[in-house]
C-alpha cells in the first residue's frame, strides 16, 4: 500500500574540502522511519520506490516462466514496431523533436500508442494500457490476470546512448513545509513530499522496464503551416531498472513572474 500522507525525507548536504583545496559535497537521503537505509547522493530505483510508496520492485528473473514470456512478447511487439516504422518499412512518426516521438506526434501515432496496441494483440495473457494521468513516469502498465505485472517507461532518442544526466528523471511531487539547518558545515534540508502523478500512476510491486528506441531524422513534414521532422527507429533497448542508479540534484530555482512579483526592481529602461 503506498502512504496515506506524505512522506519526510531528509537530505544532508556536507561540504568536504580535499587535500587539492577544492570542496566537496556529499548528499545523503533518509527519510523519517528508516533513517539506516540512508543513502549518498546515489540511489537506487529500487530503494528510492520502498522509501517514497511503501513498496518495491520485482526484479526480472529471464529463467522465471511469467517473465520470460513476457520477454518474448515484448520482443515480438518490437520487432513488428520496427517492420512498420524501421527504415525498411512504410511508416514514419511525425514529430518536432525525438522525445516527441514517444507521445507528441503532429499525427496520431504515437509510439506508446502503438506500442500498446502491438503488444495486447500478442500478449494474450499480459494486457497493456497507457498509465493514467499521462504526465510522469510511468507511460505504460501491463496487467495480467487484472494485477499489475509490470511498469514501462518510453524513451526515444536520436543521440547515441551517453546523453545527458537528466534523459531519466523520477518526480514523486513537489516538496512543502521545507526548513533548512546550517550546523557543522552541514545543510540539512527537510520538507514533506506532496503526493505527485507517481502516487496515482504505481499502484503496487510489480516489474519496472525502460524502452530506449533510437530514432533517425529522415526529412522534414511540411503541411498548412505545420513544421516537423519524420522520423524513424533504428532499434531498441529493454532494461530492468530495479538497480538502476539515480542521482539527486538539490537546487533553488524561481521564475522570472516570482522575480518581478518579490524582487525589488530598481530601474526599468525600454519595453
Known sequence: MAYKTAKKVFLIYKLERLS????????TM????NRERAQTYKVTFQILLEQLLGFGVIKIDEIREDDKKFLDILRQTVE???KKYGKSGDGVFVARRPNDVSNNTVKDNDLED????????QGGQFQAGKAKPTAG???IV????????CYIDVKVTSRSVTGSARDIYISPGPP???SVTVTDGKIMLSFQIKKGNLYRKVEQQARHLILLFRVENVGEYTVTGTRANKWKLLGCRVYDVSGLILKTKIEFNSSFKDLD???KRLLTVGS
Open 20 to 27: 587539492s583545496g577544492r570542496l566537496r559535497g556529499k548528499l
Open 30 to 33: 533518509s527519510s523519517d522511519n
Open 80 to 82: 513488428s514496431l520496427l
Open 114 to 121: 502503438e506500442l500498446v496496441n502491438y503488444l495486447n494483440e
Open 137 to 139: 513516469y510511468p507511460n
Open 142 to 149: 501491463v496487467r495480467k490476470g487484472g494485477e499489475v505485472f
Open 176 to 178: 512543502t513545509g521545507m
Open 261 to 263: 512579483e518579490t524582487g
